[in-house]
């Protein structure tokens, strides 16, 4: 504890011992030798059994709140004590289907003039075409009215549209062993009219429009809608290649070898220009202090997790999902979306 908040303490102890009367208890917490509740013991009243159950209950409860409190006090005055500077923390993970809190996100941390820089932690394995260049333009146009660097850190995965969405960031920092690329485009459907044929299931359709039933399932696909549906293709590879190149100062003639829809490690990926530093953490905390001018202690700012009310009571929530339910389910929706899905980068 700081010796300004125990001399303030003493004070207040000072103050309460002189104005207390005499039966009043205080219940001290034996470890930090620090007055945990006031109990009230009215003259000629005996505590019963339920008295002392029912005290003992509430000084328990104040005892499992009671870190959390302390914590948020001090977080909320630690800028007091030591010079900070914040940096915003946003985490890009799985398969990405909808940009409206990353969207969100970044706006808040880059219209806050109080954080420095940004720090995207990715570990994509890709995203629906609109969703990664619907992130990878805020990005952009948001650096333009608040300009503040923003580092890209990867772990494991960036590929597909999560590495579009990295390329709107200064710089990329991945081990050399991730698995960066993945720059192309795919679209998938599946054929389901031979299975109602099996179990005699007839399906019709009335339609309007010679290519409207162009991505459904229990119709065949004809030459005509294949071929629509790679010019569709070739024109989003065409976009995706142009942001790549245009930000990582990319050839177009080589695109055969930095894109092409291949994977490269981290190692590889450093040797075509598709990512900056090999490192971790400590490369990006010293980027980031490099191109925000920052000196000193770097303070975290990450996006506010929705709590219930056992957090209320103290109790802690992961960053991550570290439930096995939440982990499995997560990995059985990735697949499912991966392998039957629509339009991806």
């Known amino acids: 504890m700081p010796q300004i908040v125990k001399k303030l303490w003493a004070k207040v102890k000072t103050i309460i011992a002189k104005n207390l009367p005499q039966n009043h208890l205080f219940v001290y917490d034996d470890i930090k030798k620090m007055p945990i509740a006031d109990i009230s013991i009215p003259k000629g009243h005996t505590m019963t059994v339920y008295d002392y159950l029912k005290n003992i209950f509430l000084i328990l409860i104040f005892l499992h709140i009671a870190p959390s409190l302390i914590e948020g006090i001090r977080k909320q005055y630690s800028h007091y004590l030591e010079p900070r500077t914040q940096v915003g923390v946003l985490k890009i993970k799985g398969v990405l289907y909808d940009s409206s809190f990353y969207t969100k996100q970044l706006y808040t941390f880059f219209k806050n003039p109080q954080i420095k820089g940004i720090l995207i932690q990715m570990d994509c394995l890709g995203s629906a075409a609109g969703t990664g260049q619907t992130i990878f333009n805020e990005i952009k146009t948001l650096k333009q009215e608040f300009p503040k660097p923003v580092v890209t850190l990867v772990e494991n995965v960036c590929a597909s549209g999560g590495y579009l969405i990295s390329c709107a960031s200064d710089y990329i920092i991945a081990p050399p062993a991730a698995i960066i690329g993945s720059i192309g485009s795919y679209f998938s459907n599946i054929q389901l009219r031979e299975f109602l044929e099996q179990f005699k299931i007839r399906y019709t359709t009335v339609t309007a429009g010679t290519y409207k039933t162009t991505t459904n399932p229990f119709v065949d696909t004809t030459e005509q809608e294949k071929l629509l549906l790679q010019g569709i293709q070739n024109d989003v590879y065409k976009q995706f290649v142009q942001h790549v190149a245009k930000a990582r100062k990319l050839s177009l003639v080589k695109i055969t070898e930095w894109a092409d829809g291949k994977l490269f490690t981290g190692q590889q990926a450093l040797q075509l ?57 997560n990995q059985i929706c990735t697949f499912l979306e991966t392998r039957y899905s629509g339009l991806k980068l």
Do not use: Y
């Open 273 to 329: 220009g598709l990512i900056d530093e090999i490192g971790s953490t400590q490369n990006a905390i010293r980027v980031l202090k490099e191109k925000a001018l920052i000196e000193g202690v770097i303070e975290w700012v990450k996006p506010p997790v929705k709590r219930g009310f056992l957090s209320f009571l103290g109790s802690r929530e992961q960053d991550n999902d570290n439930s096995m339910f939440t982990s499995a389910l």
